[in-house]
């Protein structure tokens, strides 16, 4: 009896204490009656109160029977400040992009940044890794994120690290953004002699290292030997396994156009030997290479009319990006005129392989993380990394699966884990609080929401409506009226 009591007295604090303010942190905060998936990867459980205090999680409270008998019935005392009722709603660690991109421009044009950093809260991503980007606007926005003056997730910067001319230029360059307080280096297109000093050098420094091969003189036998972090995106792993060691391009093939590029990436999956494959997967695993896959930035190459007519373009597409997505061969990413039928079926088969590649990765104990790489080919911020979850569901993994990449795997490719990504006791409180239940159906992270039957009636649902990061409650729907007000005022001027 006394149990009870005392779990009424939890409920009798929720029913009192009254919603917080968005972008207002409060002392005590209560998510009362919440399911949980946490970002380790094991099942939802649930219900459970969660108490945040200031920036931290302070406690996650089980109000199940069984639970209750065991704790004797603790409830969150004293009172808290501000109660968000989570009765019938998930609650996920805050999701991380680990490929992203800061962006105020396209195409030369100005974007306000809000734009991105309210779509990316709205979404329910409280950490971002900006892997290129001008890197002292980065840093101030990091800042700025992480003194709560600006509503943002939380921001690691991984500056780009050029193209230095040799090994001494490599380290020197390396240095200089250490000194800069980067949190790690983005790699694109680099040679071996330079890639394997500045590696060794970064590894010295303690800055990770993010790589987006090309098709290049390195692979991801090079990743594994210099130790990389992680591989973003896809090329240098089948490069790595192909037979002749080169592709076979046809000889009009010219690397520096775009459509030429995009077009015969799409028939490198099936020119990888399997075999071969196999062991630089396991390769991978041995040398602790994680793979950030970004499966969502290459579907308008396997279905461009999709990727033309995604719903939320109606409301939030932003006139700049818009115009930054057309095709146009002056725009990375934008090599879509003349795309074929045939390109879009060597793409699918190539998603297909690639895809295997990822499920065969995960069972030999390879680390996956999730990022959108959004505001090029035609992917949104944020909404970008949630189609992502979708792709990875089209892979073959369990949405639990899902849900720890794009949380507690991230926070491991970020050398964050043991602060971020976790739904526990003294981690941060970075923490999104879902309408709907994203194990049965991803589509309920999009802010657009989706639409239910309920006694006959279609309902509209779904949405993460809460997203808290370090402590501080933003209102999802709130922020969305925001970038909507943006989006109606930006094509108004034109
Ligand atoms: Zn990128």
């Keep these: 009896m006394i149990l009870r009591c005392l779990a009424l007295l939890t409920l009798a604090a929720a029913a009192f204490a009254q919603a917080p303010v968005s972008g207002r942190r409060v002392h005590r905060l209560l998510i009362h009656n919440a399911t949980v998936v946490d970002g380790n990867g094991t099942p939802a459980s649930g219900p459970k109160d969660i108490l945040v205090v200031d920036?931290?999680?302070?406690?996650?409270?089980?109000l199940d029977p069984v639970s209750l008998g065991r704790s004797g019935g603790r409830g969150a005392t004293p009172a808290p400040d501000a109660v968000i009722d989570a009765t019938g709603k998930y609650v996920l660690p805050g999701l991380i992009n680990a490929h992203a991109h800061l962006q105020e421009e396209r195409g030369g044009k100005p974007q306000p940044i809000e734009y991105e950093l309210d779509i990316w809260l709205s979404c329910g991503i409280t950490t971002v890794r900006d892997v290129g980007s001008d890197t002292k606007r980065a840093l101030?926005?990091?800042?700025?994120?992480?003194?709560g003056q600006i509503a943002a997730p939380r921001i690691f910067v991984y500056p780009m690290f050029g193209r230095p001319r040799d090994a001494q230029a490599a380290v020197a360059r390396v240095r200089e953004i250490k000194q800069m307080g980067a949190d790690g280096i983005k790699i694109l297109g680099i040679d071996r002699d330079t890639m394997q000093a500045m590696e060794s050098e970064a590894h010295a420094m303690g800055?990770?290292?993010?790589?987006?091969?090309?098709?290049?003189?390195?692979?991801?036998?090079?990743?594994?030997?210099?130790?990389?972090?992680?591989?973003?995106?896809?090329?240098g792993i089948p490069d790595a396994a192909i037979e002749t060691g080169v592709q076979n391009f046809p000889s009009s093939y010219n690397y520096n156009n775009e459509t030429d590029r995009f077009r015969y990436a799409g028939h490198l999956w099936r020119e990888a030997n399997p075999e071969r494959l196999t062991k630089v997967l396991e390769g991978m695993v041995g040398g602790n290479v994680a793979w950030v896959p970004t499966l969502d930035i290459y579907e308008a190459s396997r279905d461009l009319q999709r990727a033309q007519t995604q719903p939320w373009f109606a409301d939030y597409l932003h006139p700049t990006l818009e115009e930054y997505f057309r095709p146009n061969p002056a725009f990375h990413g934008s090599y879509f005129i003349g795309w074929t039928s045939s390109d879009e079926t060597f793409w699918k088969e190539n998603y297909r392989l690639w895809m295997a590649a990822l499920r065969q990765f995960d069972r030999l104990g390879g680390l996956i993380g999730m990022g959108d790489d959004a505001g090029f080919i035609y992917q949104m911020y944020g909404f970008g990394l949630i189609r992502g979850m979708e792709l990875h569901q089209e892979a073959g993994f369990h949405p639990l699966r899902i849900i720890q990449q794009a949380t507690g795997n991230n926070a491991k490719i970020l050398g964050q884990e043991n602060r971020l990504g976790r739904v526990r006791a003294g981690w941060a409180a970075d923490l999104i609080v879902v309408n709907g239940n994203p194990l049965e159906d991803l589509k309920v992270l999009y802010p657009t929401g989706v639409d239910e039957i309920r006694d006959g009636k279609t309902v509209h649902t779904g949405g993460v409506e809460w997203t808290i990061k370090d402590g501080i409650p933003y209102h999802a729907p709130e922020l969305m009226a925001r970038v909507k007000e943006i989006v109606a005022q930006a094509r108004g001027k034109r």
Excluded: K, P
């Excluded at 790589?211 to 594994?224: K, M, P, S």
């Design 140 to 147: 101030e926005l990091r800042r700025q994120s992480a003194e």
């Design 55 to 62: 920036n931290m999680i302070a406690d996650v409270i089980a």
């Design 207 to 235: 800055l990770r290292i993010a790589h987006h091969a090309g098709v290049e003189e390195t692979n991801a036998w090079d990743d594994i030997r210099f130790g990389t972090t992680s591989i973003e995106h896809w090329y």
